[in-house]
């Protein structure tokens, strides 16, 4: 039979859910059962899903379609509840990343999922990367580094109410740098690290160079119980732009770019391919051989990881005698960032032991 699948927070973010939704339904994979959202949203020319049942509450949805799998894509600290009524009501689900907000939520879900005999595929599309699969099968050993320089420009932190926010109503958020718009390398990377890699302690440098709750500049080393080290400089206020890079043991790994580049070899390349993690849970359901990409139980270190950034003490704010206007305007820059991000992650060191000096000593957090 045709699965039915329903998505619960269709604009935002949903737009690309809404894409690919068309896509599979023109393509006989699957019925849209319908689409909820708390606020009207645009329509899409290139998603246009004229007829199918509209609500504003998920559970009105649940209830009326009983859809077979459900895309949750709402904000991260609505996530659990949804999750749950959907679960209940028979549905599998692709639920957007960050997928929980602790450990305790990440257990709650895993019993859940377990209980009812469904299915959860978190939605970190990058482990759907065939350059990372590569990586992977190449196993390179060492120390692991993840920087990334980007751009936000002020106005992105009024994109959503939870925007630059560390908590909403008393309920974590996640939306920091490394939390949200690098999550996917931190992600990959600690694919790249393995299931064995068991984080001891966390060593957080965390920054803002704006009037926000949350960092946007963050440098992190997790160091695990056998004494193996990822250590992360990122950056969201940078003129230069530098693509996410995982850098191990002679390999590096672009992130969003799936560029890669093996042991031995001298420059990187394209792997082209990504599977889609809706169409991978839809192969999964129809032959359960197929392995599931992203599933809950491979998110639940970056989950503790994330957790714990979100609940340390607040990100220290650089000075403006430190900031540059952003050459484009919108906002400020931090000049040379571009270049400390990389520097901490091939070295290992973080900003206070580099001697930058905005730079406080790093945070010690045991897992
Ligand atoms: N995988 C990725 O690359 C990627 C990229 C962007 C966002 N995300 C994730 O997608 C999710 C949504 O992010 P966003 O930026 O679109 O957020 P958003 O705040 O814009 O919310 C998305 C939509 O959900 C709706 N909504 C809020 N609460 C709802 C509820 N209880 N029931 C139904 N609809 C509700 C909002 O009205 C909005 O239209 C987040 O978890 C975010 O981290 C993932």
Same mark, same amino acid.
């Given at each position: 039979?045709?699965?039915?699948?329903?998505?619960? *927070?269709?604009?935002?973010?949903?737009?690309?859910?809404?894409?690919?939704?068309?896509?599979?339904?023109?393509?006989?994979?699957?019925?849209?059962?319908?689409?909820?959202?708390?606020?009207?949203?645009?329509?899409?020319?290139?998603?246009?899903?004229?007829?199918?049942?509209?609500?504003?509450?998920?559970?009105?949805?649940?209830? /009326?379609?009983?859809?077979?799998?459900?895309?949750?894509?709402?904000?991260?600290?609505?996530?659990?509840?949804?999750?749950?009524?959907?679960?209940?009501?028979?549905?599998? +689900?692709? %639920?957007?990343?960050?997928?929980?907000?602790?450990?305790?939520?990440?257990?709650?879900?895993? $019993?859940?999922? /377990?209980?009812?005999?469904?299915?959860?595929?978190?939605?970190?599309?990058?482990?759907?990367?065939?350059?990372?699969?590569?990586?992977?099968?190449?196993?390179?050993?060492?120390?692991?580094?993840?920087?990334?320089?980007?751009?936000?420009?002020?106005?992105?932190?009024?994109?959503?109410?939870?925007?630059?926010?560390?908590?909403?109503? *008393?309920?974590?958020?996640?939306?920091?740098?490394?939390?949200?718009?690098?999550?996917?390398?931190?992600?990959?990377?600690?694919?790249?690290?393995?299931?064995?890699?068991?984080?001891?302690? %966390?060593?957080?440098?965390?920054?803002?160079? =704006?009037?926000?709750?949350?960092?946007?500049?963050?440098?992190?080393?997790?160091?695990?119980?056998?004494?193996?080290?990822?250590?992360?400089?990122?950056?969201? /206020?940078? $003129?230069?732009?530098?693509?996410?890079?995982?850098?191990?043991?002679? @390999?590096?790994?672009?992130?969003?770019?799936? =560029?890669?580049?093996?042991?031995?070899?001298?420059?990187?390349?394209?792997?082209?391919?990504?599977?889609? +993690?809706?169409?991978?849970?839809?192969?999964?359901? @129809?032959?359960?051989?197929?392995?599931?990409?992203?599933?809950?139980?491979?998110? @639940?270190?970056?989950? $503790?990881?994330?957790?714990?950034?979100?609940?340390?003490?607040?990100?220290?704010?650089?000075?403006?005698?430190?900031?540059?206007?952003?050459?484009?305007? *919108?906002?400020?820059?931090?000049?040379?960032?571009?270049?400390?991000?990389?520097?901490?992650?091939?070295?290992?060191?973080? !900003?206070?032991?580099?001697? $930058?000096?905005?730079?406080?000593?790093?945070?010690?957090? !045991?897992?």
């Amino acid at each position: 039979m045709t699965p039915r699948v329903a998505l619960i *927070g269709a604009g935002g973010h949903g737009l690309s859910h809404r894409r690919v939704l068309s896509r599979l339904r023109d393509a006989g994979r699957i019925e849209v059962a319908g689409l909820c959202d708390r606020q009207p949203f645009a329509p899409d020319d290139a998603a246009s899903l004229d007829g199918v049942p509209f609500f504003t509450d998920h559970t009105a949805l649940l209830a /009326a379609v009983r859809p077979d799998v459900v895309v949750i894509c709402t904000p991260p600290h609505t996530h659990l509840p949804i999750a749950l009524d959907a679960l209940a009501c028979g549905a599998d +689900l692709l %639920l957007e990343k960050p997928p929980v907000m602790s450990l305790d939520e990440h257990r709650r879900l895993t $019993a859940a999922v /377990a209980e009812s005999g469904r299915l959860c595929q978190v939605g970190f599309q990058a482990l759907g990367s065939a350059a990372l699969a590569r990586l992977v099968d190449a196993a390179p050993a060492g120390p692991i580094g993840v920087f990334g320089a980007w751009w936000r420009p002020d106005t992105y932190y009024r994109r959503a109410p939870w925007a630059g926010r560390r908590s909403v109503g *008393g309920r974590p958020v996640f939306d920091g740098a490394l939390v949200n718009p690098f999550a996917h390398a931190l992600m990959q990377a600690l694919v790249v690290a393995g299931p064995g890699f068991r984080p001891r302690h %966390l060593e957080l440098e965390a920054y803002r160079t =704006r009037d926000i709750e949350t960092d946007d500049t963050t440098f992190l080393r997790v160091t695990a119980g056998d004494g193996r080290r990822i250590t992360v400089g990122v950056t969201l /206020a940078s $003129a230069v732009f530098l693509a996410g890079e995982i850098r191990v043991g002679g @390999a590096a790994l672009e992130y969003p770019t799936d =560029r890669l580049r093996l042991p031995g070899e001298e420059t990187s390349r394209e792997v082209p391919g990504r599977t889609g +993690l809706l169409e991978n849970l839809l192969d999964h359901r @129809a032959d359960p051989a197929v392995p599931l990409l992203a599933p809950l139980a491979r998110t @639940a270190t970056f989950t $503790a990881v994330g957790a714990a950034i979100v609940g340390s003490a607040p990100p220290i704010e650089i000075g403006s005698k430190w900031l540059v206007a952003h050459p484009e305007g *919108g906002g400020s820059v931090l000049p040379g960032i571009d270049e400390l991000v990389r520097q901490v992650a091939t070295t290992g060191e973080l !900003p206070s032991e580099l001697g $930058a000096g905005w730079a406080s000593r790093a945070q010690l957090i !045991p897992l």
